[in-house]
């Protein structure tokens, strides 16, 4: 029996406009609103995430957030 879908948590969420602009486009292309897939993503995140791929994007992103923040 599948687990029942309930969205428990709400949070405020301060995101860039190139990473809402890109949850937006995955959540219409997968037919999911913008909660349901960030659920999706997070639920699922070791299996639709390369590690090697996510330490390098990782470290590039924490080197520009000072300059980014400006």
Do not use: H, I, Q, W
Not at 6 to 13: A, G, H, Q, S
Not at 37 to 58: G, H, I, K, P, Y
Request: no cysteine.
């Amino acid at each position: 029996m599948p687990k029942r879908f309930r969205l428990t948590r709400r949070f405020p969420v301060a995101m860039t406009e190139e990473g809402y602009r890109r949850l937006k486009k995955f959540s219409t292309d997968a037919g999911l609103d913008e909660g349901e897939a960030l659920s999706f993503l997070f639920e699922n995140f070791n299996s639709v995430m390369n590690e090697e791929n996510l330490t390098a994007r990782l470290r590039l992103f924490n080197a520009e957030l000072e300059s980014r923040k400006r």
